[in-house]
Nanobody
Framework: QVQLVESGGGLVQAGGPLRLSCAASGSIFSINSMAWYRQVSGKQRELVAVISSGGSTNYADSVKDRLTISRDNAKNTVYLQMNSLKPEDTAVYFC???????????????WGQGTQVTVSS
């Protein structure tokens, strides 16, 4: 059973920082890409940032230069450092992992339960 558990969400003032963490656990053979998505109530979930197993990253235009995604492969953990937060960053943030359970098996998509980030003006 694979689980992705997020932590680090909360309430922060505009301009402040926040760091999210997401640890994957269970019978995992390898993790390919990991990512952070966010969703505002009534809107579609959107990609915030993605990182490959080799460390290549991509970001949504709205968060470039303010948010930084990183990962610790030894810990199966992905991070999202958020700086200069804006009220429009308020959302539920979800962790995502594309991973394999066995050496020759298919890859699967897994999601965390989500963590609320609220930025006050």
């Amino acid at each position: 059973q694979v689980q992705l558990v997020e932590s680090g969400g909360g309430l922060v003032q505009a301009g402040g920082p926040l760091r999210l963490s997401c640890a994957a656990s269970g019978s995992i053979f390898s993790i390919n890409s990991m990512a952070w998505y966010r969703q505002v109530s009534g809107k579609q979930r959107e990609l915030v940032a993605v990182i490959s197993s080799g460390g290549s990253t991509n970001y949504a235009d709205s968060v470039k230069d303010r948010l930084t995604i990183s990962r610790d492969n030894a810990k199966n953990t992905v991070y999202l450092q958020m700086n200069s937060l804006k009220p429009e960053d308020t959302a539920v943030y979800f962790c995502y992992a594309h991973l394999a359970l066995t050496a020759r098996g298919p890859n699967y998509n897994y999601w965390g339960q989500g963590t609320q980030v609220t930025v006050s003006s």
